[in-house]
């Protein structure tokens, strides 16, 4: 099974920081949308389908506030975390009270973001049922909440790790490519680029998941071809 990777719409009106946000957010593996403009981003809200919005609150058009309020008004439940100035408290308060989810204050580590992105999917997708859960190695996944367990130890996992995981169980018996890699699981255009990203995103997961990565029993390596799943 190759499960779809989140939907994330950002609606933030600078055009550098949106940028960067889907870019990092695109990087770990979500499918990102960006608007600049309230109302148009409470359309593209209205449409459904996101997993969790990341909202500004100061934005042209409409206020991030107005945004959040219609849609909470409509019965739309979409996760959503509001960006706010750091000293506005009644802002976040605000934000809260109208139906908010989370809250992130600007300026704000990136690593912070993601990582309440990523409990907000994980959230929305264990109430909706999403997802392939399956045990092996001695691991138990369930890649709808993006997460598994060894003992009593929770990992948490991206987006792509997520991705990947599915990509190599949906394969299993046959080996991936890091061409099929890069065009199936990152999409990139064409496969024939010089990157390591694949490899070195895999060494991550097995440090991750396996139990000794160095002797690893569900990514295993086929040299000078690519890898295949052994759970």
């Known amino acids: ?26 990087y770990q593996g979500y499918a990102v949308e960006v608007v600049g403009e309230g109302r148009q981003g409470l359309d593209r ?26 849609l909470r008004a409509e019965g739309n439940p979409t996760p959503t975390i509001i960006l706010t100035a750091r000293a506005a408290e009644d802002d976040r308060v605000r934000g809260l ?35 392939e859960c399956f045990e092996a190695a001695g691991v138990r996944f369930d890649l709808g909440r993006l997460t598994a367990w060894r003992d009593a130890e929770e ?41 390591r990203t694949v490899d070195n995103t895999l060494a991550a997961l097995r440090r991750k998941i396996e139990v000794d990565p160095a002797a690893p029993r569900l990514i295993l390596t086929v040299r000078g071809k690519g890898y295949r799943w052994g759970g």
């Open 1 to 26: 099974m190759h499960t779809a990777p989140p939907r994330i719409l950002v609606v933030e009106d600078e055009p550098a920081l949106a940028h960067g946000l889907r870019d990092a957010l695109a």
């Open 45 to 70: 809200a209205r449409r459904g389908g996101f997993d969790v919005l990341v909202l500004d609150l100061m934005l042209p058009g409409m206020s991030g506030f107005a945004v959040l309020e219609t």
């Open 97 to 131: 009270e109208l139906g908010a989810d989370d809250y992130v204050t600007k300026p704000f580590a990136l690593r912070e973001l993601l990582a309440r992105v990523g409990a907000q999917v994980r959230r929305t997708r264990r109430e909706r049922g999403d997802g």
């Open 155 to 195: 990992i948490v996992l991206t987006p792509r790790e997520g991705e990947i995981l599915a990509y190599l169980r949906a394969h299993r018996g046959n080996v991936v490519t890091r061409d099929r890699f890069l065009l199936d699981v990152w999409r990139y255009p064409t496969a024939r680029v010089e990157t």
